[in-house]
């Protein structure tokens, strides 16, 4: 089983500023990556898929970069609607696929 | 647009079963799978398994491998997702989501359904 690691765990951030989330894989996944964000109470939503394409919707202020096993999300500037949970999960093992364990953005 | 609507909650003893429905709308139902994902309170994303809804091929994570089985009714656009031999560590929001063109990207998810194992 592949196993994805984020980090931080917890990101303090202030509206306005940026954000670099990090996810590691155990072993190469190529591109097979997505980034999900998750408000409390609420189902995942797609950001990004293929490591660094934005799915429909997703504001600009959100990007995805890597391949092999390192990858990054990054908000450039963080909005209020921003404050949540965000998983990586890759696919390069499909129909079985892992989640990282999360990483919460709080408001400093 | 695209919908996944979810059954509602459920209350269940050690060593029932449960079945949780999710009725999809807004599109050709047997273009894309159904995944499932399950999320323990307070705790992350757990995938449990995926099927085909264009054949009914189905793959289950191995930590539920025995005591899970997942459906289809194209007739009705629903997916069936049923538990069987609930632990307590089965207390989770189980969620149902659209597979993206089955690559394993969930574009459409459904709304969640909470699902309470406890004497």
């Known amino acids: 089983e592949i196993v994805m690691t984020q980090s931080p765990a917890t990101l303090s951030g202030s509206p306005g500023e940026g954000a670099t989330l990090s996810c590691r894989a155990s072993q190469s996944i190529s591109s097979n990556l997505a980034w999900y964000q998750q408000s409390p109470g609420q189902a995942p939503r797609l950001l990004i898929h293929s490591a660094s394409t934005r799915a429909n919707g997703v504001p600009a202020r959100f990007s995805g970069s890597g391949s092999g096993t390192e990858f990054t999300l990054t908000i450039s500037s963080l909005q209020s609607e921003d404050f949540a949970i965000y998983y990586c999960?890759?696919?390069?093992?499909?129909?079985?696929?892992?989640f990282g364990g999360g990483t919460k953005v709080e408001i400093k | 647009q695209v919908q996944l609507v979810q059954s509602g909650a459920e209350v269940k003893k050690p060593g029932a079963s449960v079945k949780v429905s999710c009725k999809a709308s807004?599109?050709?139902?047997?273009?894309?799978?159904i995944t499932w994902v399950r999320q323990a309170p307070g705790q992350g994303l757990e995938w449990m398994g995926w099927?085909?809804?264009?054949?009914?091929?189905?793959k289950y994570a191995e930590k539920v491998q025995g005591r899970v089985t997942m459906t289809t009714d194209t007739s009705t656009s629903t997916a069936f997702m049923e538990l069987r031999s609930l632990r307590s560590d089965d207390t989770a929001v189980y969620y149902c989501?659209?597979?993206?063109?089955?690559?394993?990207?969930?574009?459409?998810w459904g709304q969640g359904t909470l699902v309470t194992v406890s004497s």
């Open positions: 999960q890759q696919y390069n093992t499909w129909p079985a696929l892992t």
């Open positions: 807004g599109y050709i139902f047997t273009t894309y799978g």
């Open positions: 989501a659209r597979d993206l063109y089955d690559t394993g990207i969930f574009d459409f």
């Open positions: 099927i085909s809804v264009h054949n009914g091929n189905t």
